[in-house]
Every structure is written in structure tokens, then in C-alpha cells.
């Protein structure tokens, strides 16, 4: 059997899809319960724990336990990274939420923003190179976990690797981990660029 | 449009009065300094016009008009406010840093892009140049000017400004305080300034407010403040800036002298001033150390150079002494010992001192 050139292109655009999907909606969670928890220290505390307890939980038993749920298929995997996507965006956003100097927030206020304005145009834009910083670590984290989703018969590069290791067929097994790895390092390069152009600011 | 403080307390939680039982009243279009030491309340009676602090007790009325009963938002967006570490915000350029408020009440885009390019231009900064540069591609001075702006974009007619110039070196300082006073002198805003620095306060003062631990103590004009401290506390804040013994009854020079100097132009490191009754200028450095008198003529022709090198007099020369010498001249600069132009001679402050002595007040 042999893998076309194409076959890795679409397996890769799969992988790359399941992955920011999966990220993406963990994200979001994180960045919600960051904004809304912000001036509630105990209740963020009792969410930054969980998602801190979610992100030493081993990728392998969480994707068995997600699959009596969630069935075969590419949903299981989604859920499993997105839980594995809250944890670092969620400490990011309330990191940087936090670090924004007060002075500016007052002068917010002073000039007659009500404070959903403060958050809007203030706050968030401040914080915003955290909250992608969060995002970029998890996504590449994702990339990584979304190889063996092949176990749960998702879909993306973990098929070729999985098989090239079967098969003891070590040119398959690479055929899914140069590109998984070079997705990896592309996401890294591309987010931390854009997050080096706004510091630059 | 006046600001009325009728019997205002701010107590914070578990400290002593920050502000006790203030009764003042800013006129229409005129520039009140509020001043004193660290701590005496300046700020937080800056803050309760604009609601940023709630007083524990009295009212404040905005042309007669309880504070109040306006709605939080709406009030502030008609008053302008800039503080010291210039409060911009580093991820707007300077155009969206001047057009925060325009925007939150809406103005339409033509409009408010129109409104930074005049902004802009009363400072002299560029727009294609500054517009859409970011805070920090700004020197200090620069980007508290932007400040001072912003504070300015909607045009309101109440401008809260809590020691906008503190954090500038000497020179950018002096230099923004002439271009206030140029704006304000065109803009005619009910201007509310804090600063610590007495020269600050008289150079741009119409009327000067002197607090101490919450209190107000003196109430009045630079030139009756300087010459009339209502007690040792707002005589030794003078003082210290203007080394003369004021409560020694016989006169001394800076008693004949008129000390309300206006800032006309800034030159480098030099400042030209002028002071009314006298038509020369007078040229300082940024210390504001007296290095001569420039005429009109020389000043209108860009000629910036001490044209005629009077020599000044002490503060505390004596009347004696400065009549035989005046006999000469029209004016006379008033030095203090560290060569600080302290204030000048000239035929209408000695009519006015005689006035005062005559009369027994202030004219
Ligand atoms: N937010 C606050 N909470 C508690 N105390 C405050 C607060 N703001 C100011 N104070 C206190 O009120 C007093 C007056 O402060 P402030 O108005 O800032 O003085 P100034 O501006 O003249 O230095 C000080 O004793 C200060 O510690
Ligand atoms: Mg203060």
C-alpha cells in the first residue's frame, strides 16, 4: 500500500481542522470563565483547579473514558482537546486581565466608559497577546495529542503513523510524524510572530 | 460653568478625613489651582467632580446642578480628565487615544478625524507624522501633550487635570505649561489643575487653592498669596520656593513687585515671559533663572537674546534703594538669591502697592 502526496495533504488539513476545533472551543471556555471569573478569585480558583487536574489526566485514558460517550468518531477527540485547551488560555486570560495597570482602567472610567466598554476597549486589547500565547501553547499541545486519536478512530496523521508501526513500515510511520511535526513548529513560528508584532506596539 | 463644593467631606474607610467640609466655588472660565503636600486631599477632591470618588457628606453642583442627578457616564464624557503618568493607552495610536470620548458619544467619523487634525495643530505635532504613532514612540512631553488633548477632544467646558505636567523634566514642563496657557487663554475652560509645585501654580493660576490635611486654607489670587499667606503653614509653602521673609512689615522689593508672569514662548531652554504693565519680555532659563530683558521689537522678530542686561534686585532690597535706581528705568526685575525671577517692577505694581498701602487691600 502505498500514500500519495495527496493523501498526507488532506490527512494533514484534517489534523490541523480537528485540532483547531477542539482548541478553539476549549479556548473559548477558558477565556469565558477568565472574563466572567475575574473579580471572583474563589470561584476562578475552584475552575483554574479543575482545568489544572483535566491537564494531568494521561491523553490515552482520557480519550478511552471520552469514547463511552461520545462513540468512535472524530467527536471524541474534539472533546478531549478542548478539555486539554481550557487550562492554558483560561490562566492567560486572568494573568493578563490582571497585569493591566489599574491607572488605565480608572482613566477608562474617568473619560465615561461604563466598565463593559473598559473590557472591551481597555482590557482585553491589553491582555490580547496573553490570551493568543495561551492559545498557540495549547494548539500545539493539540497537534501532538490529535496523533493518537487514531485510537478513537478520528481522523488526521495518527492513521499513517499507527499503521506505519503495525506494519513495522517505517516510511508510512513518518509519512504521519514529519508532517504532524512540522505543523507543530509552523503554528509555533506563525502565532509567536504574530504575538512578537503586537508587543511590538 | 461653575463647580460648587458645598460642605464636602471624604472620609476612606478607617483613615481621617481625606477632604473635610470644603465649601469653593470655580468660576466660569477660569483656570483654579489646587496645591499643598503630599496627601492632603487634592486628588480625591479632584475625583469627587467626576464622580471617580463619592463624597461621605455634602453636595457638589455643577451650574447649580447636583452631580448626582446626572448619570455616571454622561457626566464624565463632559468633563475632560488628565492625570500625571499621562494615562494613555498603549495599544491606541494618538488618534485613537484623542478620539476615546468623541467616540463613545458617537460622533460621526469625518468629524472626529477633522477634531485631531485641529487638536494636533494647536500643539504644533503633525498629524501624518504623530497620528498614528503609538505612546510609546512619543518623548514624555509629547505624549502628555497628547494627553492634555484628549482631554480636550469633546470640548468640554470642565477640564480636571491632576499634575499633568509632574513626571516632565524642567523644560518640556515649562514648555507645556505656556501652550496651556496659550489654550486656555483661547479656549476659556472652567480649568481645574492639582499640582505640588508652587511656581507651576503661580505661573498658571488665575486663582490659587492652598490645602493642608484636608483642608482649605487659602483662597485667592497668586499675587495675593504670595503677598498675603494667611498663616505660617501657606507662608513656609511659599517660602520655600521664594526665599523672602514675608511677615517683615517693612517693605521689600518683591512687595512693589508685580509677580503674575505670563508664559509667551519657549525657546529651547529658554523661556520668554511676560508680565502686564511692562512691555518688555523677560527671558528665564528652564530653572527659571533670570538671564535679561528682550523688547518687543527683538521678540516679534524672532530675536531671541537678553537685548538689554538690567541688572535685577534682590528680593529683599529696599524701598530706598529701588526708588533711586527706578528713577532710571521703567521696570525692574526682582531676583530671589538663586537668581529666580521672582517678579518685576514697573509703574503699575508700585501704583498698586500704594494702593494697598493706602487703602489697606488688595486692588
Ligand atoms: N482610594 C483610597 N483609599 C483609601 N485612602 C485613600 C484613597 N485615596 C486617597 N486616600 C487617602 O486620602 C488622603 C488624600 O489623598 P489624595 O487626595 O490622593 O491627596 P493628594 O492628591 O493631595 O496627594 C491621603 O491620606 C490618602 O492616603
Ligand atoms: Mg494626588
Redesign the pocket.
Known amino acids: 500500500m502505498t500514500v500519495t502526496f495527496s493523501d498526507i495533504l488532506s490527512a494533514s488539513f484534517v489534523h490541523l481542522y480537528l485540532s483547531l476545533i477542539g482548541t478553539f472551543a476549549g479556548g473559548l471556555i477558558g477565556f469565558i470563565v477568565a472574563v466572567l471569573g475575574r473579580n471572583h478569585a474563589r470561584i476562578l480558583t475552584v475552575f483554574l483547579t479543575i482545568a489544572e487536574l483535566i491537564q494531568t489526566f494521561p491523553s490515552i485514558a482520557m480519550l478511552a473514558l471520552l469514547l463511552l460517550v461520545f462513540g468512535l468518531g472524530n467527536n471524541t477527540l474534539i472533546v478531549a482537546l478542548a478539555l486539554y485547551g481550557i487550562m492554558p488560555v483560561l490562566q492567560n486570560t486572568y494573568e493578563g486581565l490582571s497585569a493591566v495597570d489599574p491607572m488605565l482602567i480608572d482613566v477608562g472610567r474617568g473619560m465615561g466608559m461604563t466598565k463593559r466598554q473598559v473590557l472591551r476597549r481597555v482590557e482585553l486589547p491589553l491582555t490580547f497577546p496573553m490570551i493568543l500565547a495561551g492559545f498557540r501553547v495549547s494548539l500545539v499541545t493539540s497537534i501532538g495529542i490529535a496523533t493518537i486519536g487514531v485510537f478513537v478512530g478520528s481522523g488526521g496523521l495518527g492513521l499513517f503513523i499507527y499503521r506505519g508501526l503495525q506494519m513495522l513500515d517505517n516510511q508510512i510511520m513518518l509519512e504521519g510524524a514529519v508532517p504532524a511535526a512540522i505543523l507543530a513548529i509552523l503554528v509555533e513560528l506563525l502565532i509567536g510572530l504574530l504575538e512578537r508584532r503586537l508587543a511590538k506596539r | 460653568m461653575t463647580v460648587t463644593f458645598s460642605e464636602v467631606t471624604k472620609v ?2 478607617g ?2 478625613p ?2 473635610e467640609n470644603l465649601n469653593l466655588e470655580v468660576h466660569t472660565g477660569e483656570l483654579l489651582v489646587l496645591i ?10 479632584l475625583r469627587m467632580i467626576n464622580r471617580l ?1 463619592e463624597p461621605t457628606h455634602g453636595k457638589i453642583q455643577i451650574d447649580g446642578r447636583d452631580i448626582e442627578k446626572f448619570k455616571e457616564e454622561e457626566l464624565r464624557r463632559g468633563i475632560g480628565y488628565t492625570v500625571q503618568q499621562t494615562g494613555l493607552f498603549p495599544h491606541m495610536t494618538v488618534k485613537d487615544n484623542i478620539e476615546v470620548v468623541p467616540r463613545l458619544l458617537k460622533w460621526p467619523k469625518d468629524k472626529r478625524d477633522e477634531r485631531v487634525r485641529e487638536l494636533l495643530a494647536m500643539v504644533n505635532m503633525d498629524f501624518e507624522e504623530f497620528a498614528h504613532r503609538y505612546p510609546r514612540q512619543l518623548s514624555g512631553g509629547q505624549q502628555q501633550r497628547i494627553g492634555v488633548l484628549r482631554s480636550l477632544a469633546a470640548d468640554p467646558p470642565i477640564i480636571l487635570m ?1 499634575e499633568p505636567f509632574g513626571a516632565l523634566d524642567p523644560i518640556s514642563r515649562e514648555v507645556l505649561q505656556i501652550e496651556l496657557k496659550k489654550l486656555q487663554a483661547r479656549l476659556q475652560k472652567t480649568i481645574i489643575f ?1 499640582t505640588h509645585d508652587i511656581d507651576e501654580a503661580i505661573r498658571l493660576g488665575d486663582r490659587i487653592a492652598i ?1 493642608q490635611t ?1 483642608q482649605l486654607v487659602q483662597l485667592g489670587s497668586p499675587q495675593e498669596i504670595v503677598k498675603n499667606p494667611v498663616n505660617e503653614f501657606v507662608a513656609s509653602f511659599i517660602k520655600k520656593n521664594y526665599q523672602f521673609e514675608t511677615s517683615n512689615l517693612s517693605l521689600k522689593a518683591l512687595d512693589l513687585a508685580s509677580v503674575d508672569f505670563h508664559p509667551y514662548e519657549s525657546h529651547d531652554d529658554r523661556i520668554i515671559l511676560s508680565i502686564d504693565g511692562s512691555d518688555d519680555f523677560y527671558l528665564v532659563d528652564s530653572d527659571h533663572r533670570f538671564i535679561g530683558t528682550i523688547s518687543k521689537e527683538n521678540v516679534k522678530a524672532n530675536q531671541i537674546t537678553a537685548d538689554k542686561v538690567l541688572q535685577p534686585i534682590r528680593v529683599y532690597d529696599s524701598v530706598q534703594n529701588i526708588l533711586s535706581i527706578f528713577k532710571d528705568v521703567n521696570t525692574l526685575p526682582v531676583v530671589d538669591d538663586g537668581n529666580k525671577l521672582v517678579g518685576v517692577i514697573t509703574s503699575l505694581s508700585l501704583m498698586n502697592a500704594v494702593a494697598r498701602l493706602v487703602g489697606g487691600n488688595e486692588s
Do not use: H, I, L, W
Open positions: 476612606y474607610q483613615k481621617k481625606a477632604v499643598g503636600p503630599s496627601g492632603c486631599g487634592k486628588t480625591t477632591t470618588e491632576d492639582v490645602f484636608g
